[in-house]
C-alpha cells in the first residue's frame, strides 16, 4: 500500500508559480514511476508529467512543456511540480499518483492516487 498527501495548490494569478509536492509513504520502491494529472469541472482526468524514482527520465504533456518541471527527492520520498507561466486554462483539480511498470503518460498504469490540490489561475 502507498500513500500519497499533495499539498501546494493556491489561487494564482496568469503568469505566476505554484510548486506542488506529492510525499509517499508505505510500499514505495525504486521501480515505481509516480505522475501528476489534472481534472477541471466537466472534463477527464489528463496526464500532466512523470518522472521514476530511479533514473533521469520524465515525461510531460505537450501542453505543459516548457513551463512546468517534475523532479523528485528521493530521501523526502517526495515528488515536485513546479509550475511557471500558469495560464487560465491551468485550472483544475491536481492529483499526484503512483504505480510500477511503463507507459507513464496513461492514467491506468497507476494504482495508487492521492486526494488533489485545487489549483485555480485568475486572468
Known amino acids: 500500500q502507498v500513500h500519497l498527501v499533495e499539498s501546494g495548490g493556491g489561487l494564482v494569478q496568469a503568469g505566476g508559480s505554484l510548486r506542488l509536492s506529492c510525499a509517499a509513504s508505505g510500499r514505495t520502491t525504486s521501480s515505481y514511476k509516480m505522475g501528476w494529472f489534472r481534472q477541471a469541472p466537466g472534463k477527464e482526468r489528463e496526464f500532466v508529467a512523470a518522472?521514476?524514482?530511479?533514473?533521469?527520465?520524465?515525461y510531460y504533456a505537450d501542453s505543459v512543456k516548457g513551463r512546468f518541471t517534475i523532479s523528485r527527492d528521493n530521501a523526502k520520498n517526495t515528488v515536485y511540480l513546479q509550475m511557471n507561466s500558469l495560464k487560465p486554462e491551468d485550472t483544475a483539480l491536481y492529483y499526484c499518483a503512483a504505480g510500477w511498470g511503463s507507459f507513464p503518460t496513461n492514467l491506468v498504469n497507476y494504482d495508487y492516487w492521492g486526494q488533489g490540490t485545487q489549483v485555480t489561475v485568475s486572468s
Open positions: 518522472i521514476y524514482w530511479s533514473g533521469d527520465s520524465t
